[in-house]
């Protein structure tokens, strides 16, 4: 009895400290997800009101690393911590926590179910797949409704036919799928590449385990 109590008691004290380790993780992922949220640039082929950063990044390595509940849980951090200075309304943060959540949660979960470096990559296509397709009606019906509030819709989609005249006057629609869709799909595999490239190194420090 006397063993099987210590067998028991050494089971809760390993997942106490593996969820306090995960504690840590996620908010450490987290403030870093946060900065990188205020490092964002724009780039010549999309409209100047839409900026790339790589904010998602963290939050894949969380769901790989410790789960795509995880993953999400880092997203929605970020998130939270950025609506105490959103000029949005929380309209930005709520897209913004979508579109990460679905990209991580997919991406952790085919991870999850075949831990491969093959499971990882289908997982990241996956994910940054689910992820511009999601854009496509989070940014049509919450993000550009709110922009409508300070810049006319003939305005944003002007802003389109500046760098792509064959876009129709008035198709938001034709906008989102030509511009948003592909470049939420980059934005998505940028965060994917480097995560291949750094993930061996910060796995261990996440497990606490030495390599």
């Known amino acids: 009895m006397s063993m099987t109590k210590e067998i028991r008691e050494g089971n809760i004290s390993k997942t106490t400290d593996v969820t306090t380790r995960y504690l840590v993780a996620a908010a450490m992922l987290s403030a870093v997800s946060v900065v990188l949220q205020y490092i964002e640039f724009s780039i010549p082929i999309m409209p100047s009101f839409i900026k790339l950063d790589l904010s998602d990044l963290?939050?894949?390595?969380?769901?790989?690393?410790?789960?795509?509940?995880?993953?999400?849980?880092?997203?929605?951090?970020?998130?939270?911590?950025?609506?105490?200075?959103?000029?949005?309304?929380?309209?930005?943060?709520?897209?913004?926590?979508?579109?990460?959540?679905?990209?991580?949660?997919?991406?952790?979960?085919?991870?999850?179910?075949?831990?491969?470096?093959?499971?990882?990559?289908?997982?990241?296509?996956?994910?940054?797949?689910?992820?511009?397709?999601?854009?496509?009606?989070?940014?049509?019906?919450?993000?550009?409704?709110?922009?409508?509030?300070?810049?006319?819709?003939?305005?944003?989609?002007?802003?389109?036919?500046?760098i792509y005249p064959g876009i129709q006057d008035g198709n938001l629609l034709q906008c989102l799928?030509?511009?948003?869709?592909?470049?939420?799909?980059?934005?998505?595999?940028?965060s994917v590449v480097i995560v291949m490239l750094i993930y061996k190194r910060i796995s261990p420090l996440i497990h606490g385990t030495s390599r």
Do not use: C, D
């Open 58 to 162: 963290p939050s894949l390595i969380g769901s790989f690393a410790m789960g795509p509940v995880w993953g999400v849980v880092i997203a929605g951090i970020k998130n939270l911590i950025h609506l105490l200075v959103s000029q949005s309304g929380g309209i930005g943060e709520l897209a913004n926590f979508l579109l990460n959540a679905v990209f991580v949660a997919t991406a952790g979960i085919l991870y999850k179910r075949h831990r491969t470096k093959k499971g990882a990559l289908v997982g990241s296509w996956a994910g940054a797949a689910a992820m511009a397709l999601l854009s496509v009606p989070v940014n049509y019906f919450i993000v550009y409704p709110f922009y409508t509030a300070f810049m006319p819709m003939e305005a944003i989609i002007k802003a389109y036919q500046v």
């Open 177 to 190: 799928l030509v511009f948003n869709l592909p470049f939420t799909f980059v934005k998505a595999m940028l």
